[in-house]
Each structure stands twice: as structure tokens, then as C-alpha cells.
């Protein structure tokens, strides 16, 4: 019996070459029990012609399946199911039984019940996901991005890829952060002074567990990044909470005694609001007055697209009390999981340090391949992609949204890929968001962004970063609505 062709077809989610996909599709066939020891499959010209492909690739990927036994060829009839192909191993299911611990003794601190909001994993299902910080796989540069990792892997770099740095990091990428990322930035400094992490979080975590104690007091924009409430939180230190205005943190609003200064002085987050000149400066001497460090995150200022970025905060700072984070997974693509923090060389060394003793260096490979795009001028070229295409999808979306007659609560001076909307006063932005995902549509409640028992329900976030500009206004449209009946 032959299985049929029309059973067979590609999975959008799956990775690799074409050539693996298609052996990926037909080994999990074999191993879920679709497809039966003797069955025959498609000829090779048939299956190419069902999924639109190149024959040579089906015979490639049959050839492949050949050599691991789960297919057999018989001269000219064709291919077939091994009679001694892999089948998943049976086994038992094992009785469920209560654990003798009690583990609401047992756990000595909780971590989870934080304010941090899960996403989707299946956004890209949507036709009209305004929600922020995904990768468009029609603006990302596969093809160098793949042959830089590539050639991460030759030989030449089998060192940077299977050395244990142990706390070191790829001296390539540290070069180019050094030479190239941060004087865009305006920033000064050496190779001592700048560590990789695993993302802007992890580096604000870092930056948290060296500077902060329960003795000691930070003070954070309100409102702010949600993660950033719950790793402050797990510190157990002292915290006040400062309300932002349209020019980002005042820095008279801080409280005396503060220790830790958190801001996102060239991009509010979520309002967007982009700090001015003379309230940096007013910011930097109200911190020397105190005596207090400033950890300044930089998370979105490559996509300045309406005008350059101010300098950052970090490029004033004479006294060195300003860290400062800088991320690549906006850029790139959040699963890259890839920033860095720039400061002091005694902070430096400590976070170094914290950051070996959990989980010593982010892989060498990664470090090596990102060397590769941004030192060969890929990144570069991306950027400039992506700020053009994101200029076109914020115009169509400010024009859908004045058409609406939504409200913007706040939008950043240079660009960025996002609005920071405000709903009625009486509409819950978390039912909103409800109501809208049975129509394709995704966005952000902001009530996470706020802290305390009576934060405001009303806020919300639109990003245009992963929906192409045809969609924006009839996905804008069905916000207003759904405004609209529960207003």
C-alpha cells in the first residue's frame, strides 16, 4: 500500500535546510506510527511535485532516510517503511503519587507569581499581533546570519566555539562592542570594562544582585519594564516607585537615601518619552549629590528613525557612576538572548564573577557568530532594513490610529516600534485583549508595567514590529471597536 501524497506537507515551525525538514516530516511519520513498516511512500517526483520543490532535493532527503535504516529501496519499485526502522520506545506510565516534601516549607524564597506577563507562543498565528519585541522573519537576514554561523563552526574557530571561557568572553565581539557599538553611543571604554549576558534581563539581574542588598534602596520609573519590578523584588531591597513624565524620570522626584537610580533615559519604557538634554545632566547631579549609581538600559536605540538618538546618559557621566546595558536581541531577535553591560572595572569584576558562578560564559558559538554579522557589516544593513520598514508601519498606524480616534498616552521622539496607548478610564485593557484574540488580534495590557494594589487598567501597548503595514489598519480598526463596546 502506498501512502498518500496529499498526507504529506511541511511544517511552517520546522527548522533547518529544506532537505532536513523533509526528513524530519517523514521520520516523525515513521516514528509516530503513521506510517507502517512495508508501506511505500511517493516516488521522489511525486512528493516534489506536492510540495512545489526540486526532486533532487525528495531524493536527497530519501537517500539520507535510506542510510539511517529508516527507509529500504527495492530496485525499481521504490522507496519503503523499513521493516527495521527506530520505533519510540513503550513505556509504562509510572503511578502519580504525592511527594513526601512539603514544599511550601521546603522552598525558603518563591520567584514565581511575578508581574512578568507570558506571550504567546503562537503570535505569528495571528493576522494582527501588535504585541512587542518579536523577530519578522520577512525583515531578518537568514542568508548571512546562517552563513555566519556557518562559518562560526569552520575549523579555523573551533577554539572560540569549544573553549571554556570560564569568565571571559569572545575577545571579537568585546573588540567590536568596544571600537564600534558604543562610540555610536558616545561611550568610551575598554575591554575590562564591558561584560556579555545573556540578554538586557539577565544584565539587569547581574547589575542587581552586585549593587543591591535588603539594607539598601533603588528607585524605578513608574511606569517601567514588568521584569525589572519582579528582579528588584526577588533582591528584597527597598523600593521607591517615581511616576515618569513626557520627558522620562524627574530627577527631583527621587527620593533622599536612594542607592540605585533604574532609567531608560533614550526610550521610556513603555511611554516611550525621550529624556532631554539638561534633565540628564539634572539627573547625573542629583545622583552625585546622593551618591548613588545609575543603571541606565539602552534597549531600543538603534531604531531611531525619525532623528538621530540623543548620547547616551553613560556619555556624560565624568564620576563613573552610570552602568550601562545594551542589548543585541532587540535588534536581531529576542531568542538570541545576547546583551552586554558597560561599567567600572570594580563592578565589572564582580558581576564577571556572579555571572561565572551561575553559568560561567553565553556560548562561545553565538558570541563568534555575532562577531561575524555585526564585523562584516551585516548588522548594519539589517538595522537600516528594519528602520525603514518600521517608518512605514508607524505612519500607518499613527494614521490609523488619528482615524479611530484612539488616544496615544505616549510616543518616543527617534522612533522606536511601539505606541503606549490610553483606553476610557473604564475600560479594563486586559478584557480588551480577551475580546480581541478570537478576532486574530494581539495586544498588550499595561497594567503589569505598574505597581501597587491600585494600578491603573486602562494602559496598553501597540507594537508594529512584527505585522506588515496592509494589516495595521483594519487590526487598529478592530481595537476601536472592541474600545468602543466595552467603553
Known amino acids: 500500500m502506498t ?25 516523525q511519520g515513521i516514528l509516530s506510527g503513521r506510517f507502517q513498516p512495508g508501506e511505500k511512500l511517493p516516488s521522489t517526483r511525486k512528493l516534489a511535485q506536492h510540495l512545489g520543490i526540486s526532486r533532487i532535493t525528495v531524493t536527497l532527503s530519501y537517500t539520507e532516510l535510506l542510510a539511517n535504516d ?10 519503503f517503511v523499513s521493516d527495521t526502522a527506530p520505533v519510540p520506545p513503550v513505556f509504562a506510565a509510572s503511578p502519580v503519587t504525592p511527594d513526601a516534601v512539603d514544599w511550601t516549607r521546603a522552598i525558603g524564597q518563591k520567584y514565581s507569581g511575578g508581574q512578568t506577563p507570558t506571550k504567546p507562543q503562537d503570535w505569528a498565528h495571528y493576522r494582527y499581533p501588535f504585541i512587542y519585541g518579536q523577530a519578522d522573519p520577512t525583515l531578518f537576514d537568514h542568508a548571512n546570519w546562517r552563513l555566519c554561523a556557518m562559518q562560526a563552526l569552520g575549523q579555523r574557530d573551533f577554539g572560540p566555539m569549544t573553549t571554556d571561557y570560564f569568565d571571559q568572553d569572545d575577545p571579537k565581539l568585546i573588540e567590536f562592542i568596544v571600537r564600534h557599538s558604543l562610540p555610536r553611543r558616545g561611550i568610551t571604554a575598554r575591554p575590562e570594562q ?17 549593587l543591591l542588598t535588603q539594607r539598601r534602596h533603588a528607585t524605578m520609573e513608574e511606569p517601567c519594564y514588568h521584569a525589572l519590578h519582579d528582579i528588584l523584588n526577588q533582591s528584597r531591597c527597598h523600593i521607591s516607585h517615581v511616576r515618569v513624565d513626557h520627558d522620562g524620570l524627574p530627577p527631583d522626584a527621587i527620593p533622599p537615601g536612594t542607592d540605585v537610580i533604574f532609567t531608560t533615559p533614550s526610550h521610556q519604557c513603555p511611554t516611550t518619552a525621550t529624556m532631554p538634554m539638561d534633565r540628564r545632566r539634572a539627573l547625573l547631579d542629583r545622583a552625585a549629590e546622593m551618591d548613588a549609581i545609575i543603571v541606565e538600559d539602552d534597549y531600543e536605540f538603534e531604531m531611531s528613525f525619525l532623528k538621530a538618538p540623543s548620547p547616551a546618559l553613560k556619555s556624560l557621566d565624568a564620576d563613573g557612576r552610570v552602568i550601562y546595558v545594551g542589548s543585541f536581541s532587540k535588534s536581531l531577535f529576542p531568542g538570541l538572548r545576547l546583551g552586554y553591560l558597560v561599567g567600572s572595572e570594580p563592578f565589572i569584576r564582580e558581576a564577571r564573577a556572579l555571572r561565572a558562578s551561575v553559568l560561567r560564559h553565553p556560548p562561545g558559538h553565538i558570541q563568534r557568530t555575532v562577531a561575524y554579522f555585526l564585523s562584516l557589516g551585516h548588522y548594519d544593513a539589517l538595522v537600516r532594513k528594519m528602520s525603514t520598514a518600521l517608518h512605514t508601519r508607524r505612519d500607518a498606524m499613527q494614521q490609523a490610529i488619528t482615524d479611530t480616534g484612539l488616544t496615544i498616552a505616549g510616543q518616543g521622539a527617534s522612533g522606536g516600534s511601539s505606541f503606549w496607548m490610553r483606553a476610557p478610564s473604564t475600560v479594563d485593557t486586559g478584557q480588551l485583549a480577551d475580546m480581541l484574540k478570537p478576532q486574530s488580534v494581539l495586544i498588550e495590557p499595561g497594567e503589569s508595567f505598574f505597581s501597587g494594589p491600585d494600578r491603573p487598567r486602562n494602559f496598553y501597548r501597540l507594537a508594529y514590529s512584527s505585522i506588515p503595514s496592509s494589516r495595521i489598519a483594519d487590526g487598529i480598526k478592530r481595537v476601536a471597536d472592541a474600545i468602543a463596546r466595552l467603553a
Open 70 to 79: 529508516y527507509l529500504t529501496s527495492r530496485g525499481r519499485s521504490g522507496y
Open 194 to 210: 564591558v561584560l556579555i549576558t545573556l540578554g538586557a534581563q539577565n544584565a539587569l539581574w547581574l547589575t542587581t544582585q552586585v
Open 3 to 27: 501512502v498518500p501524497v496529499e498526507t504529506f506537507f511541511l511544517h511552517p515551525d520546522a527548522q533547518g535546510t529544506l532537505q532536513s525538514k523533509i526528513q524530519q516530516m517523514i521520520a
